[in-house]
């Protein structure tokens, strides 16, 4: 058990719709990642915050759109949705900031993730 | 642009021998690399690291080394052992970003 918390764990819903998924750090960890993984690749870096602020941005689509609220906890918004959005989308928490601090070797902790299925 | 690739899909070992699993990257300033290991139906577990100034890091039976000259990395596991069975994903840090490459499923064959 990471200690991420993601829910839900599977959604379908249906082309054009939006959904919300939500992510709950581990206890501590101020800084939110969220990542897709599509059918046999690799994971793709989205967004992240950190103590509620945008901290990066990934390959992340306009119709998406992610917040941190002051209990750290994050929710990712995904709207107008297409056959192409169904993947994995997995939340990952760190107590860090920057991968470019000199400990932070890059250790995430991950959440089970949210499949979700757009039919 | 890929900028770490892990060529293998899938590789498939003995129980008992050494399992291999290779990645290479094309950029030469990233700062550490990773490598995860994921079960189905559940998130990625971070494995083992290496710092982009060493070249080899050991952790039990599991060994990252670091090839800078060639941009390349691999895990040696030793030996293998049927938990080990999972995708395996190598990583690399850059400023704000872990990139990924797209895994390789290792089977250990009993």
């Known amino acids: 058990d990471s200690g991420v918390t993601q829910t839900p764990k599977h959604l379908i819903t249906a082309t054009g719709q939006r959904v919300t998924l939500r992510c709950s750090p581990r206890?501590?960890?101020?800084?939110v990642y969220w990542y897709q993984q599509s059918l046999d690749q690799g994971l793709q870096f989205l967004i992240q915050?950190?103590?509620?602020?945008?901290?990066a941005k990934g390959n992340i689509l306009e119709r998406f759109s992610a917040q941190q609220f002051p209990d750290l906890h994050s929710e990712l918004n995904l709207s107008s949705l297409e056959l192409g959005d169904s993947a994995l989308y997995f939340c990952?928490?760190?107590?860090?900031?920057?991968?470019?601090?000199?400990?932070?070797?890059?250790?995430?902790?991950f959440g089970e993730g949210s499949r979700l299925t757009v039919l | 642009d890929q900028q770490v690739k892990q060529n293998s899909p899938s590789l498939s070992v003995q129980e008992g021998r050494i399992s291999i699993l290779n990645c290479d990257y094309t950029?030469?300033?990233?700062?550490?690399f990773l490598w995860y290991k994921k079960y189905p139906a559940e998130g990625p577990t971070f494995l083992i690291s290496?710092?982009?100034i060493k070249d080899k890091n050991e952790d039990g039976r599991f060994t990252v080394f670091l090839n800078k000259s060639a941009k390349h990395l691999s895990l040696h596991i030793v030996p293998s052992q049927p938990g080990d069975s999972a995708v395996y994903f190598c990583?690399?840090?850059?400023?704000?970003?872990?990139?990924w490459g797209a895994g390789t499923k290792l089977i250990i064959k009993p």
């Open positions: 915050y950190y103590n509620g602020e945008e901290r």
């Open positions: 950029n030469s300033m990233f700062d550490y």
């Open positions: 206890s501590g960890d101020l800084s």
């Open positions: 990583a690399a840090t850059s400023n704000y970003q872990l990139i």
């Open positions: 290496i710092s982009s």
């Open positions: 990952a928490s760190s107590p860090r900031d920057t991968f470019r601090h000199s400990s932070n070797t890059g250790e995430l902790f």
